[in-house]
Nanobody, 121 residues
Framework: QVQLVESGGGLVQTGESLRLSCAAS????????MGWYRQVPGNERDLVAT???????NYGDPVKGRFTISRDSAKNTIYLQMNSLRPEDTAVYYC???????????????WGQGTQVTVSS
């Protein structure tokens, strides 16, 4: 069974950095997309960044130029380097994967439990 576990969240001050990790247990078959989304209470869950099997990336506008997503496909792990953090980056950050476990499995969306990032002013 696929399971995503995030780590690396915490409390930092404006301008500081954090690095989030997401480790996926189990294996995915063929192509897949992994990424990070974030959510503030009362708001929609917004795109932060995604990265595909071919390493193509996509970033949400608020984090462009400040955040960098990367992956280690052999370990089914993705990372999010967050620099120049601002109070508006405060949110719960969720790891996400869209993929399938085998040739005969359905394509599914998998979500981690989330990790809290708090940026103080």
């Amino acid at each position: 069974q696929v399971q995503l576990v995030e780590s690396g969240g915490g409390l930092v001050q404006t301008g500081e950095s954090l690095r989030l990790s997401c480790a996926a247990s189990g294996n995915f078959f063929g192509r897949n997309v992994m990424g990070w989304y974030r959510q503030v209470p009362g708001n929609e869950r917004d795109l932060v960044a995604t990265i595909s099997s071919d390493s193509s990336t996509n970033y949400g506008d608020p984090v462009k130029g400040r955040f960098t997503i990367s992956r280690d496909s052999a370990k089914n792990t993705i990372y999010l380097q967050m620099n120049s953090l601002r109070p508006e980056d405060t949110a719960v950050y969720y790891c996400h994967t869209h993929g399938r476990e085998s040739r005969w499995s359905p394509w599914l969306d998998y979500w981690g439990q989330g990790t809290q990032v708090t940026v103080s002013s």
